[in-house]
C-alpha cells in the first residue's frame, strides 16, 4: 500500500487506479473511487470515517488535503502505512486551516509564476471537533477571515475521542464525558450548550457553510460539491457518529445520525451568501427523547433534564425554521 | 558587484528576501521584527515582489503556514521574536522534523516576564534543540548575506532543513549600516530555484506526516540528528561560494586576534564586535587576548572550536541568556561539554550580560574578563547586577 522514502514522516503512495475518473453528480451516480483505502483502524461503526469517505468521494482525486490531530489521523497514518491516496498533511493539532492557507498560498503563487501546471486543485482542511470549535478556532477564522479557498470540514463527534472521550465545546448540554461526568454538583454532565459553529462561519460572511451528516450522504456530498464551487472559504459542520464514545452499539451510527436530525438536535441546513436555508425540514419533529434513548452518554438524564433540553431544541429548531422562511420571502 | 547603500539592516534583509524570489511570506507583528515584514508587506503591495504574503492571525500560524506553503514546495519566509517563537515554538520543532525548508528571520529579542522589547539571547536558546540550522550574524552585511545563504543551504537537497538567523534586536535589526547589495544576476547565480524532494500535489500522491510508534520514534530523531550535521558542509560550502561571489569570506568560527592568545572571550551575534574593541584595547596594553566569534550554532562547528580554544589557558563566555536552575548558561554550557575530553582544555568561565537590553560597552567587557580571571567561578556569573 505504502512505501518509505528518506523521510521517515513521508510515505509514498501509490496513485489508486482509479484516478483522474470524473466525479459524477450524487444521487443518480455514487461516485465509486475510494480516497481513504479500508484497512484504517477506525473502530467498527465509525461513522466518522464514513464522513470523510464521503467528502473524498465528492471533491475526487484533485486534492490536497491537511489534517488535524485527532482520531481521523491517527487511525490512517501509522508509519510507515497511510490509507491515504490523496496528497495529504498532519502538522500538528490546532492548525489544519492555517498549514491549509499555507499549502493554497504557496500553490497559488507557484501557478501565477508558472513553475507547476495550472490544475485546479482543491485544498481541504479537516479536523475534529476539538481541533475545530476549541484549540483550532483561532486558525479557523483566520482562515475564513482572509479568504482563502478552502473547504475546511469540521467532523465532529461532539467529544475529544481520539484522547479518551473528554468534553469538548461542541459536546452538547446532557451529555457524559470523562471531563464533564454528570454528578450532584452537575447533574448533566455537560453543563453547557453546544458552540454554534455554522452561525458563527456564516458571521463571517464566507460565501458557503453548511451542516451534514453521513446518514444523509447525497445532501452532504452536494454540499461538499457547493463548497468546492465557491470562490473563497467554505466551513462544512458533520455530525459524526462515534459509537464508542457515544455508548452506543456498533451498528447503530447510521440511525443515530437519522435521529439526530429528525429530533431537531442537528438540523441540517445551510447558508449561502447569507441566504439561510433548511435542507430537510420533518413535518413534525421527533422527540429528542427517541434520540437520548439507547446512548450511554445521555443515560443519567431524568425527565425535568430531558425536558429542558427538548424546551431548548424546541426553540432553537422555531429560531432557524423562521430565519430560513424570512430568507425564502427575501 | 553590487552597490553600498545606507540601509537599515531589517529593510535590507527584506530586500533580498525579495530578490530570493521568495513565493509565500507569512508573519505576525512584534517588535523588532517588524520593519522586515513591513517592507515585505510593501514589496508585494507595490508589485515588486510576486509573492503571496499571509497576515496570518498569530504567530503559530504563521509557522503552520510555512509548513503548508514549504510542503507544496514553495520558497518560503518568515521573521519573529521572543514571544512570537515562543507562540510557534510547536511547529518549529515539526517544521524540520518533516524536513520542511524555509528561512526564519529572529530578531532577538528576551522572553517575558517582565515583558521586554529589548535584545537578548533567550528566545533563541529556548528552542536550542529544535533541529533547525541556526546562525548568528554580528553585522548588517551579515544579516544581509545570510538571507540568501540561509536559502541556499535551507533548500539543498542534501539538507532540507529550516534555516534561523539570529539578528540581534535593535543592536542590528534598527540601525542604518552601509550595506553592498547584490544585483539579480548575482542571487541567479547563486541561488538556484527551488525543486523539493517530495510535495503536496494530486500528480504525485504522498502522506506527510505520519505519526511515529515506538518502534520507529527513534529512528526518525535519529535520522534528524544525522541531517542536521550533515549540513555543515554545505553550509560551509555556500560560503566559500559567496566568498568567491562577494570577497566576503564567512566562516563556522571565526578569530578575532587570536595569535598567542593566553585568554579568549567567545560570544555568538553583535556582542562580537563591542568584544573586538575591548579586544584591542587590552592587545595595546599588552595582553594576550582575543576573541571567538562563533558565528554558526547549529550544527556545531566541533573541530573547528576545539581547535580554536585548545591552546588558550582560559576562555570567558559571554552568554546572552540564563538557565535558572541550571548547571550553567546554555552557550558556556556546550562549550564546557566540548571541551572536557580535551587534555589540554582551558578554564571555562560564564559571564551572562547584556539580558533584556542591558547595554554592554568595551568597558564592561574588560571588568567581565578581570572578574572572570579573579574570581575563578564554576558557575554562572550574573554580571553587572545592580543593588
Ligand atoms: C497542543 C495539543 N494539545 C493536546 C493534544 C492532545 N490531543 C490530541 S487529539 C486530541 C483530541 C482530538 O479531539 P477532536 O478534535 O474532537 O478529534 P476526534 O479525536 O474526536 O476525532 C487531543 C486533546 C495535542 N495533540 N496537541
Ligand atoms: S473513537 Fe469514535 S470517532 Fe474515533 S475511531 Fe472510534 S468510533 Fe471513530
Ligand atoms: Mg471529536
Not at chain 1, 463527534?157 to 484522547?163: F, H, I, K, S, V
Not at chain 1, 454528570?182 to 464566507?206: E, L, N, S, Y
Not at chain 2, 560560503?239 to 568560527?253: C, D, I, S
Request: aromatic residues 8%; charged residues 20%; contains cysteine.
Amino acid at each position: 500500500m505504502a512505501s518509505a522514502v528518506s523521510d521517515v514522516s513521508i510515505t509514498e503512495t501509490k496513485m489508486a487506479e482509479t484516478e483522474k475518473k470524473k466525479v459524477i453528480k450524487p444521487l443518480k451516480n455514487f461516485p465509486m473511487e475510494e480516497y481513504i483505502n479500508s484497512g484504517h483502524r477506525a473502530c467498527q461503526g465509525c461513522a466518522e470515517v464514513l464522513a470523510v469517505r464521503h467528502v473524498l468521494k465528492a471533491i475526487g482525486p484533485d486534492v490536497v488535503m491537511a489534517m488535524a490531530t485527532g482520531c481521523m489521523e491517527i487511525i490512517s497514518s501509522p508509519y510507515p502505512y497511510t490509507s491515504w491516496t490523496v496528497p495529504w498533511i498532519h502538522i500538528a493539532f490546532e492548525n489544519a486551516a492555517a498549514v491549509a492557507s499555507g499549502i493554497e498560498a504557496g500553490l497559488k503563487a507557484l501557478k501565477r509564476k508558472k513553475r507547476i501546471p495550472d490544475k485546479e486543485i482543491t485544498i481541504l482542511a479537516m479536523g475534529g471537533d476539538g481541533g475545530t470549535t476549541d484549540i483550532g478556532f483561532q486558525a479557523l477564522s483566520g482562515m475564513m477571515e482572509r479568504g482563502h479557498k478552502i473547504i475546511y470540514v469540521c467532523v465532529d463527534n461532539e467529544a475529544y475521542m481520539n484522547t479518551g472521550i473528554q468534553r469538548s465545546s461542541s459536546t452538547p448540554f446532557g451529555a457524559t464525558t470523562t471531563t464533564s461526568p454528570a454528578g450532584r454538583v452537575a447533574p448533566a454532565g455537560q453543563m453547557t450548550w453546544k458552540k454554534d459553529m455554522v452561525a458563527i462561519a456564516a458571521a463571517h460572511g464566507i460565501p458557503y457553510t453548511a451542516t451534514a451528516c453521513p446518514t444523509f450522504y447525497n445532501d452532504l456530498q452536494k454540499k461538499i460539491l457547493k463548497a468546492k464551487e465557491v470562490d473563497g472559504p467554505s466551513y462544512i459542520h458533520i455530525l459524526s457518529v462515534c459509537p464508542t464514545g457515544w455508548r452506543v452499539p456498533l451498528h447503530k451510527a447510521i440511525e443515530y445520525g437519522q435521529l439526530a436530525v429528525d429530533t431537531g438536535v442537528f438540523p441540517l441546513y445551510e447558508v449561502e451568501n447569507g441566504v439561510w436555508k433548511l435542507n430537510r425540514k420533518p413535518k413534525e419533529l421527533k422527540p429528542v427523547v427517541e434520540y437520548f434513548k439507547g446512548q450511554g452518554r445521555y443515560r443519567h438524564l431524568d425527565d425535568t433534564l430531558t425536558a429542558e433540553i427538548q424546551d431548548k431544541i424546541t426553540a432553537r429548531w422555531n429560531r432557524l425554521v423562521k430565519m430560513c422562511e424570512a430568507d425564502k420571502e427575501d | 558587484m553590487g552597490q553600498k547603500v545606507g540601509i537599515e539592516v531589517s529593510i535590507a534583509a527584506a530586500d533580498a528576501v525579495g530578490l530570493c524570489d521568495v513565493d509565500v511570506v507569512a508573519a505576525y507583528p512584534i517588535t523588532p521584527q517588524t520593519h522586515v515584514v513591513e517592507h515585505l508587506a510593501e514589496l508585494c503591495a507595490s508589485g515588486h515582489l510576486d509573492a503571496e504574503f499571509v497576515p496570518v492571525e498569530s504567530e503559530h500560524s504563521a509557522m503552520s503556514v510555512c509548513c503548508g506553503s514549504a510542503a507544496a514546495g514553495a520558497r518560503t519566509f518568515t521573521a519573529t521574536s521572543a514571544q512570537g517563537l515562543a507562540l510557534m515554538a510547536e511547529i518549529v520543532y515539526i517544521a524540520s522534523s518533516m524536513r520542511l525548508p524555509m528561512v526564519m528571520f529572529l530578531a532577538n529579542r528576551a522572553l517575558s516576564a517582565p515583558l521586554s522589547i529589548w535584545n537578548d539571547h533567550s528566545d533563541t536558546m529556548m528552542v536550542r534543540d529544535c533541529g533547525w540550522v541556526q546562525v548568528f550574524c554580528q553585522n548588517g552585511q551579515e544579516v544581509y548575506d545570510s538571507i540568501f545563504h540561509a536559502f541556499k543551504v535551507s533548500e539543498d537537497k542534501r539538507v532540507s532543513l529550516p534555516v534561523m538567523i539570529n539578528v540581534d534586536g535593535f543592536a542590528l535589526t534598527h540601525v542604518i549600516e552601509p550595506i553592498e547589495f547584490w544585483t539579480k544576476e548575482m542571487v541567479k547565480q547563486y541561488l538556484p530555484p527551488f525543486q523539493p524532494i517530495h510535495t503536496l500535489h494530486p500528480d504525485k500522491v504522498v502522506t506527510m506526516g505520519a505519526f511515529g510508534m515506538p518502534e520507529i520514534y527513534t529512528e526518525a530523531k535519529k535520522a534528524l540528528d544525522v541531517a542536521l550535521w550533515n549540513s555543515g558542509p554545505v553550509v560551509v560550502e555556500a560560503w566559500n561560494e559567496m566568498a568567491k561571489l562577494t570577497g566576503r569570506q564567512y566562516l563556522p568560527v571565526e578569530k578575532y586576534r587570536t595569535e598567542e592568545a593566553e585568554t579568549l572571550i567567545l560570544a555568538m551575534g553583535s556582542i562580537c564586535e563591542t568584544a573586538s574593541l575591548a579586544v584591542d584595547e587590552m592587545r595595546e596594553s599588552g595582553r594576550k587576548i582575543g576573541m571567538i566569534n562563533l558565528r554558526l550554532w547549529r550544527p556545531l562547528p566541533t573541530e573547528e572550536l576545539i581547535k580554536a580554544l585548545a591552546g588558550a589557558r582560559d576562555v570567558i563566555v559571554l552568554d546572552r541568556a540564563l538557565t535558572p536552575g541550571g548547571a550553567n548558561s546554555p552557550l558556556t554550557s556546550e562549550i564546557r561539554t566540548l571541551m572536557y575530553a580535551e587534555p589540554n582544555r582551558p578554564n571555562i568561565y560564564c559571564m551572562v550580560a547584556g539580558l533584556g537590553g542591558r547595554d554592554v560597552t568595551p568597558n564592561d567587557i574588560k571588568v567581565m574578563v578581570d572578574t572572570a580571571l579573579a574570581d575563578k567561578h564554576t558557575g554562572h556569573y550574573i554580571y553587572g547586577v545592580r543593588g
